[in-house]
Every structure is written in structure tokens, then in C-alpha cells.
């Protein structure tokens, strides 16, 4: 099972994607999709829509986790990373990916074991959990990884209760 997770961004959306072996969990690939600031909003959202799909055509991901959004302060940012959401859903969408989402608290939480960690304590665990040799960055996509990790474990959960 691939799983693919992502952490929205206009400028810069992180992805992850990991599958599940027997022998544990395995990084398949992850990085980031960055968009130029000095080009109009609805060409950004195009680079995006079109990065993403191409992502999704290479490695045809069982199912995929994007992070919830959740701003307390800056609703300019709030308002782009929202429209940079809606073209993450509609590509996964039409591409008949089931869609999960999390709070930034739950990625923590299942990651961490603590829904308040700092980013450098996920960035380290989710380098144990996927034994990855060095530290994931650009952080964008050691967040993806998370949400990935995040996603496959309330899969598990809920894979036992149906």
C-alpha cells in the first residue's frame, strides 16, 4: 500500500510518499512542488495541479492525507494556502484517490507521541520511524512524511474496527 501524504502551500507544497513492507515502513520519495512568486496565483495553482498529477501517475498511491489547515493569525496566508487545498483535493479527486485529513496536533501526536512537538522533534522521528540515513528537509516535506506515517497508523486503527 503507497500512501501519499502532503502538507499544502502555494509557494511550496511538501509530499511524501511511503509504503508498508514486512519489514517496516519505506520511503519511496518526497521533496517538495515550489511555484515562482513573480507569476499570477491561477499559474501557480496550475504548476501545482499539474506537479501533483504526474506525482500521482508515477507511483498510483492507494490513498493520500493532506494536512487540515489551521491558522491562527495570518488570513492572507490562510485564504492562499485554502486555494492551494482546493486544487490538491480536486486532483486527488480526480484521480479517485480516497482523501484523509489531520490537524497539525494529530501529525504530532502519531508521529511524536505529542500533539505540541516542535518541528524538530517530528523531523527527527519521522527520520527513526523511516530510517532514513539523514534528516528529511526542505521541512515542507519532512511534514508530508508525517502526514503519510500519521495517515498509515489511523488506517491501522480503522482497518481493525471494520
Do not use: W
Request: proline content about 5%.
Amino acid at each position: 500500500m503507497c500512501i501519499l501524504g502532503i502538507d499544502p502551500g502555494t509557494a511550496t507544497t511538501g509530499y511524501g510518499l511511503i509504503v508498508e513492507t514486512q519489514s517496516g515502513l519505506r520511503t519511496l520519495e518526497y521533496g517538495v512542488i515550489s511555484t515562482p512568486a513573480n507569476i499570477p496565483m491561477d499559474k501557480r495553482l496550475v504548476i501545482l495541479y499539474d506537479r501533483l498529477t504526474e506525482i500521482v501517475s508515477s507511483f498510483h498511491p492507494s490513498s493520500c492525507a493532506v494536512e487540515r489547515l489551521f491558522f491562527r493569525r495570518n488570513v492572507t496566508t490562510a485564504i492562499s494556502v485554502g486555494q492551494a487545498r482546493g486544487v490538491i483535493l480536486l486532483a486527488l479527486s480526480k484521480n479517485f484517490i480516497p482523501i484523509a485529513e489531520y490537524t497539525p496536533m494529530e501529525i504530532k501526536l502519531a508521529v511524536a507521541g505529542y500533539g505540541a512537538a516542535e518541528k524538530k522533534q517530528v523531523q527527527f522521528m519521522v527520520q527513526s520511524i523511516l530510517d532514513l540515513k539523514t534528516l528529511p528537509k526542505p521541512d515542507d516535506a519532512a511534514d508530508a512524511l508525517a502526514i503519510a506515517i500519521c495517515h498509515l497508523h489511523s488506517k491501522r486503527i480503522m482497518d481493525l474496527y471494520e
